[in-house]
């Protein structure tokens, strides 16, 4: 059974930092794309970030390039997102989903990010 | 980047009616790699469809989607009281874009 596990989520302040986590299970981790979509309180779906299988290279939606990056450690079927100079408009349910430029067939249950001061 | 325009925002059924969804595209999406979602308020998104038409794993056959390029539909046949939820499609042909969303809601 795949399980997607996200932490990291917090209340931290504007222009703050943050690490989200991703531990996956129930697939060959290395082999998957792996992504972040997140979403507003009351809001939309936004996808974030993916990265490929392997080593994996990186894409970010606009609104978080340069400021946040995704990354893989495959020997720990784990998935981050480092998240840089935090705005209000970035508090979100943060989703951690199996699959790159795809669709998402799994999806983690969320880790709440708050920017506020 | 591909903006997804969908319509209605919201959608007022009663059960066992007909829903139609509409997702516009600003830009043709490649090879239909068009994914449509269904997410229930506290919930983690569900997909339903991807590749425009093709129905993910235990999806119940009442589900459909169809169209091409920069026009796609979502169809639920008979509303189960289960469905009545927020839909968001999705796009993957290039990077990744979701719509605003469409609310199922009972009437």
């Known amino acids: 059974e795949v399980q997607l596990v996200e932490s990291g989520g917090d209340l931290v302040e504007p222009g703050g930092s943050l690490r989200l986590s991703c531990e996956a299970s129930?697939?060959?981790?290395?082999?998957?794309?792996m992504s972040w979509v997140r979403q507003a309180p009351g809001k939309g779906l936004e996808w974030v970030s993916s990265?490929?299988?392997?080593?994996?290279?990186?894409y970010h939606a606009d609104s978080v390039t340069a400021r946040f990056a995704i990354s893989r450690d495959n020997s720990k079927s784990t998935l981050y997102l480092q998240m840089n100079s935090l705005r209000a408009e970035d508090t979100a349910v943060y989703y951690c989903?199996?699959?790159?430029?795809?669709?998402?067939?799994?999806w983690g249950h969320g880790t709440l990010v708050i920017v506020s001061s | 980047d591909i903006v997804l325009t969908q319509s209605p925002g919201t959608l007022s059924l009663s059960p066992g009616e007909r829903a139609t969804l509409s997702c516009r595209a600003s830009q043709s999406v490649s090879s239909n790699y068009l994914a449509w979602y269904q997410q229930k308020p506290g919930q983690a998104p569900r997909l339903l469809i991807y590749g425009a038409s093709s129905r993910a794993t235990g999806i119940p056959d009442r589900f459909s989607g169809s169209g091409s390029e920069t026009d796609f539909t979502l169809t639920i046949s008979r509303l189960e009281p289960e469905d009545f939820a927020v839909y968001y499609c999705?796009?993957?042909?290039?990077?990744?874009?979701f719509g605003g969303g469409t609310k199922v809601e009972i009437k």
């Open positions: 999705q796009q993957y042909g290039r990077l990744v874009t």
């Open positions: 990265i490929g299988d392997g080593r994996g290279e990186t």
């Open positions: 129930g697939f060959i981790f290395i082999n998957s794309g």
């Open positions: 989903t199996k699959g790159g430029l795809t669709d998402f067939q799994y």
